[in-house]
């Protein structure tokens, strides 16, 4: 069954804390991204790859790093930097940018 | 900057009612334009898109949408809704120019049976 996987579904921080975040897809997808989701807010770009040992930073990419060695891995790390971490965090794949994306069921991150 | 915006943010409607839910873009240019649905603890998923041709464009679950480039809109529509059509809907469009995709801010809608 083709899809995106993402784990944990729920992730608590402590502070000053690195923590990862996983997103392996089977879709054999070139492109993946890294969406962040508050209320109000929609779905904010933090990364996306576009080819494996690739990455560019989107709209909000401070305070988080990735790493794309595997086509179908595309880990976030949300550092101790990012001040304001608590959110939806949604990762999501495509044939090629301009395509539909696919997503993964998200992760909850939450500060302690 | 480009955006989508979507002004309406919480939409209650009663069950048979018509729905239509808003989207602007901000730019000129070549774009795909997308509708994704969040139902409650599922994931997100696309609802239509429309990337050329005829502008009335068909998607799942008897939804529509109409892309007018001289509104840079691209509504969605669904003449009548039913209680499973609760969720959070939103709009997406991709920018061939600087091959960016921008997401509006969501609308919830909430079906009252």
């Known amino acids: 069954d083709g899809g995106i996987t993402q784990s944990p579904k729920y992730l608590f921080r402590k502070e000053g804390q690195n923590v990862t975040l996983s997103c392996e897809q089977n879709?054999?997808?070139?492109?993946m991204y890294w969406y962040r989701q508050d209320p109000g807010q929609g779905l904010r770009l933090i990364y996306y790859?576009?080819?494996?040992?690739?990455?560019q930073k989107g709209d909000i990419a401070e305070g988080y790093s990735v790493s794309r060695e595997k086509k179908e891995s595309f880990p976030l790390t949300v550092t101790s930097a990012q001040k304001n971490p608590t959110a939806f965090y949604l990762c999501?794949?495509?044939?090629?940018?301009?395509?539909?994306?696919?997503f993964g069921s998200g992760t909850q991150l939450s500060v302690l | 900057a480009q955006s989508v915006s979507q002004h309406n943010h919480h939409v209650i409607l009663s069950e048979a009612a018509s729905l239509e839910l808003g989207c602007n873009y901000s730019?000129?240019?070549?774009?795909?334009l997308f509708w994704y649905v969040q139902y409650p603890g599922q994931h997100l998923q696309l609802l239509l898109k429309?990337?050329?041709?005829?502008?009335l464009v068909k998607g799942i679950k008897g939804f529509e949408a109409e892309f007018i480039k001289s509104k840079f809109s691209f509504n969605l529509r669904k003449p009548s809704v039913q209680w499973s059509d609760t969720a959070e809907y939103f709009c997406?469009?991709?920018?061939?120019?600087?091959?960016?995709?921008?997401f509006g801010t969501g609308t919830r809608l909430t079906i009252i049976p």
């Open positions: 999501a794949s495509s044939t090629i940018p301009e395509e539909r994306l696919f």
């Open positions: 879709l054999n997808h070139d492109a």
């Open positions: 790859s576009q080819i494996v040992n690739d990455f």
């Open positions: 730019y000129g240019g070549t774009v795909n």
């Open positions: 429309y990337f050329s041709g005829d502008p």
């Open positions: 997406a469009a991709f920018n061939f120019g600087n091959e960016k995709l921008t």
